[in-house]
């Protein structure tokens, strides 16, 4: 059985995840969380996710960048240059598969968990607001999910919800 996808994300109540290359909203909680939740694990990100996180292999993080520059290739941070082939990195290493985004990689993401029938687990933080932003996360709610875990939290900007949805 191969090892299920960990997508990790927070999204606003319009899907945005993103604005100008960055997070669209700073929010100390679901910073910590996505630290936690990532440490000791192997990381699935994009190439700008990865510029925007110097410090991704950091805590044991074994960071697989999808770019089609694979030669940006260093000791510590391997390249793939699609989903598949990072997937098949991802499967030789120890650890649970994250994946960080950005937009495609997590559209490919559902998509591939769909037609290949692959377990995936959704670790969503929906911040209660709707956020201007240039980046998506693709619609989920339209999938059957069985909510294994959910926690609402608040901070002086934003109501939120931690949930974790498994398919
Ligand atoms: N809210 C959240 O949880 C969250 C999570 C992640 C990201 N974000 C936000 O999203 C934005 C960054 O994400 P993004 O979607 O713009 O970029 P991204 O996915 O991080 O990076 C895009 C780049 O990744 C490479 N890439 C992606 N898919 C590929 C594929 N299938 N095959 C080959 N290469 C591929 C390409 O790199 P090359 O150009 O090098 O070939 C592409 O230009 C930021 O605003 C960030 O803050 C938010």
Not at 1 to 24: S, T
Not at 26 to 38: G, N, V
Not at 45 to 62: I, K, M, N, S
Not at 79 to 91: C, E, K, N, P
Request: overall charge neutral; hydrophobic content about 45%; proline content about 5%.
């Amino acid at each position: 059985m191969p090892k299920p996808l960990h997508l990790i994300v927070a999204c606003a109540e319009n899907r945005v995840i993103g604005r100008d290359g960055q997070l669209p909203w700073h929010i100390p909680e679901d910073t910590q969380h996505f630290h936690a939740a990532t440490a000791g694990q192997i990381v699935v990100l994009g190439r700008v996710c990865f510029e925007t996180w110097p410090r991704v292999a950091l805590d044991g993080r074994r960071p697989i960048v999808i770019t089609r520059n694979t030669l940006l290739a260093g000791d510590v941070v391997r390249m793939a240059s699609s989903l598949d082939q990072a997937l098949a990195i991802a499967a030789s290493l120890p650890g649970e598969i994250m994946i960080c985004g950005g937009e495609r990689i997590y559209a490919e993401t559902l998509a591939l968990a769909e037609t290949t029938g692959r377990a995936v687990i959704l670790h969503l933080t929906v911040i209660h607001a709707e956020v201007a932003g240039d980046r998506f996360m693709p619609e989920w709610r339209h999938l059957a999910w069985r909510e294994t875990s959910r926690r609402e939290s608040a901070d002086e900007k934003f109501r939120y919800t931690f949930l974790t949805l498994e398919r």
